[in-house]
């Protein structure tokens, strides 16, 4: 508990303090976040600081060595993987973003680049985790128990893959709104550490080895989504960026799969997966349209948060909004996990 503790407090307190350098330092820099010709509501926030997602990275690289230290417990290779992998995935971000800045391309790494790094990164996550002993490799939302559901390590490497890129991309889409992603993953993340310290402190049901170090994870990961809300939620003050979205989008897949709770991604990650899936269904519809001679669109833009604003919800609606899905996403999770663990305790 003490490590855990330690893990969101500090996370949340560098966040909290180092966010307002960072703002003032990108400012003197001139990083400005461009806007879409076709944002034209959202002209006026260009040139607002971009990259603060800098802070999930950081936090991780900074904290988790030292609440690991102050847990007692040896690093494990899926630990140290998830943390990697994370950092990773942010600096993957980081480079789209520089990009979409000092390039001035908004667009920032083209869609092939991207795929191939979010593969390596993957690819060796998904490794680190397989070859570790105890390690789940069911497709299981609950628990690691049932041998039906278990799959060949090429084929689960497989399909976490896919699950880490599906993931990755639809937080990437969820960070439109000031505050939306943030404050959203905030809760993920904190309900993450919850079920994870579940796990942790009931080995004979769960028998995940790694799983203080996965909660170390989430924790650092809330507690700096925390702290970068407190100033992310003010307009025009500074961007997340794909430098935090990607990370954390990496960070649901690597703590959900390493706690042996791959298939609850989706439904932890509901509201990410619904803004994700706008995005996808909004090209699949506007190119079949167009095939057949009148391109149309699903909706007014995607993703769906950009569609109500042009119906004419404010941003402060849409954010609280959409955190209320989140939270009922993430109530979900925690109803299934703690109900499939009441049926173990009680035989």
């Known amino acids: 508990m003490v490590a855990l503790l330690v893990a969101g407090g500090m996370s949340f307190v560098l966040t909290l303090l180092l966010t307002p350098f960072l703002i003032r330092l990108l400012r003197r820099s001139g990083v400005g976040q461009p806007i879409h010709d076709v944002m034209h509501h959202h002209t006026q926030k260009a040139g607002t600081p971009t990259m603060g997602g800098a802070v999930v990275p950081l936090s991780l690289v900074t904290v988790f060595p030292v609440a690991l230290a102050v847990s007692g417990h040896p690093p494990s290779r899926v630990g140290v993987a998830a943390a990697l992998a994370v950092v990773a995935m942010g600096s993957v971000g980081l480079l789209d973003d520089g990009m979409k800045v000092f390039r001035e391309r908004n ?3 083209r869609e092939l680049q991207k795929t191939v790094l ?7 996550y998904a490794l680190a985790l397989v070859t570790s002993p105890g390690s789940c490799r069911q497709l299981a939302f609950t628990n690691c128990e049932h041998p039906a559901l278990s799959l060949p390590s090429w084929l689960y490497v497989l399909v976490l893959m896919a699950i880490f890129w599906g993931s990755t991309n639809a937080v990437n889409f969820t960070d439109g709104i000031e505050g939306l992603l943030a404050g959203a993953a905030a809760v993920t993340f904190l309900v993450l550490t919850g079920i994870g310290f579940w796990v942790f402190r009931h080995h004979s049901i769960y028998q995940v080895p790694h ?6 994870v989430a924790a650092c990961l809330a507690g700096s989504m925390g702290g970068l809300l407190w100033w992310n939620i003010k307009p025009k003050t500074i961007f997340m960026g794909d430098t935090g979205s990607l990370a954390l989008g990496a960070g649901l897949v690597v703590v959900c799969s390493g706690l042996g709770l ?9 509201l990410y997966v619904g803004v994700g899936a706008s995005s996808f269904l909004q090209r699949v519809w506007f190119k079949w349209t167009r095939r057949r001679g009148t391109p149309r669109r699903l909706f007014r833009m ?14 402060s609606t849409i954010v609280v909004r959409f955190w209320i899905v989140n939270a009922i996403a993430a109530g979900l999770a925690v109803l299934l996990v703690y109900g499939d663990a009441l049926r173990h305790l009680a035989t």
């Open 302 to 315: 995607a993703p769906i948060h950009h569609h109500f604003e042009l119906v004419g919800w404010s941003e």
């Open 262 to 270: 791959t298939l609850l991604v989706p439904v932890i990650g509901f």
């Open 107 to 109: 667009l920032g790494l």
């Open 118 to 124: 979010q593969t390596l990164v993957s690819l060796g």
């Open 211 to 216: 799983a203080l170090e996965l909660t170390l």
